[in-house]
T-cell receptor, first 114, second 114 residues
């Protein structure tokens, strides 16, 4: 069974631009979560989607948005990029998102904002 | 409030010896899952082991075991017979029964010496 895939793996943008990251979950998994990882803040929850509905959102500005498609693939978008948005963005999937379900992570997208 | 604490920023262990990585958590939800992940320098988060809040037995997965002490709210990871390839960041994480959100500790960097 293929794992979680994320594209692109690396991205360089300039301030003010926008970016879209993609995540394809493990086949059969309907819950997709996004996390931002930075050296200063660690791993922070961005949002979680299940069946095309956002069920929870972390404490991030509205420039961060996401969506999920009917095939469970998910995208996240960051508009008006700031230098502080440079981070590793990780996507994780699980069957239904329950507390006792293991989330499996993709390899991440490394975003550098110049 | 949901919280995960890892108090060891860095740990050294001799190859073939056992090592314990500490994790304490705080939650008011009786239903939760505790997870440990390994993150090598490549960035991918690798699932290691899971413990459910209602599980009576400590979880084990190969060389990994989880020392779960519910009353003390601790979930320490024990790695037996350390290998050089175990050198990585290790994250403790918790997911509550509601909220569809996983929170992570700050991580412990483990160095295995030959």
């Amino acid at each position: 069974k293929a794992g979680v895939t994320q594209t692109p793996r690396y991205l360089i943008k300039t301030r003010g631009q926008q970016v879209t990251l993609s995540c394809s979950p493990i086949s059969g998994h309907r819950s997709v979560s996004w996390y931002q990882q930075t050296p200063g803040q660690g791993l922070q929850f961005l949002f979680e989607y299940f069946s095309e509905t956002q069920r929870n959102k972390g404490n991030f500005p509205g420039r961060f948005s996401g969506r999920q498609f009917s095939n469970s693939r998910s995208e996240m978008n960051v508009s008006t990029l700031e230098l502080g948005d440079s981070a590793l963005y990780l996507c994780a999937s699980s069957l239904g998102g329950g507390a006792r379900e293991t989330q499996y992570f993709g390899p991440g997208t490394r975003l550098l904002v110049l | 409030a949901q919280k995960i604490t890892q108090t060891q920023p860095g740990m050294f262990v001799q190859e073939k010896e056992a090592v314990t990585l500490d994790c304490t958590y705080d939650t008011s939800d009786p239903s939760y899952g505790l997870f440990w992940y390994k993150q090598p320098s490549s960035g991918e988060m690798i699932f290691l082991i899971y413990q459910g809040s209602y599980d009576q037995q400590n979880a084990t997965e190969g060389r990994y075991s989880l020392n779960f002490q519910k009353a003390r709210k601790s979930a320490n990871l024990v790695i037996s017979a350390s290998q050089l390839g175990d050198s990585a960041m290790y994250f403790c994480a918790m997911r509550e029964g509601v909220g569809f959100k996983t929170i992570f500790g700050a991580g412990t960097r483990l160095f295995v010496k030959a």
